[in-house]
Nanobody
Framework: QVQLVESGGGLVQAGGSLRLSCAAS????????IGWYRQAPGKQREMVAF???????VYADSVKGRFTISRDNAKNTISLQMNSLKPEDTDVYYC??????????WGQGTQVTVSS
């Protein structure tokens, strides 16, 4: 009932910035929280950041202070501003929505590559 479409990925050099966006459609009023996960080959998927309906935000320690998540309720979108990017940030980034009924929906992912 919820569809998520990510955009904004690309190739940047270390120290650069990217801004990811996730557009939600469908039963968006059922979303309790929404955020970003990332996964690189051979590694486990990890939480990057999320924001809930009360605008409470949570960040992974590895990105805190560098990444900022925000939400535009009118447009049903969230953004992830990524600054001071490091090669270790190279991953596929996935948008994730958690619904009040206790289920998750995932986007298809957007590639972020940070070169040295």
């Amino acid at each position: 009932q919820v569809q998520l479409v990510e955009s904004g990925g690309g190739l940047v050099q270390a120290g650069g910035s990217l801004r990811l966006s996730c557009a939600a459609s469908g039963s968006t009023n059922s979303i309790n929280s929404i955020g970003w996960y990332r996964q690189a080959p051979g590694k486990q998927r990890e939480m990057v950041a999320f924001i809930n309906s009360a605008s409470t935000t949570v960040y992974a320690d590895s990105v805190k202070g560098r990444f900022t998540i925000s939400r535009d309720n009118a447009k049903n979108t969230i953004s992830l501003q990524m600054n001071s990017l490091k090669p270790e940030d190279t991953d596929v980034y996935y948008c994730n929505a958690f619904l009040r009924i206790g289920v998750y929906f995932w986007g298809q992912g957007t590639q972020v590559t940070v070169s040295s």
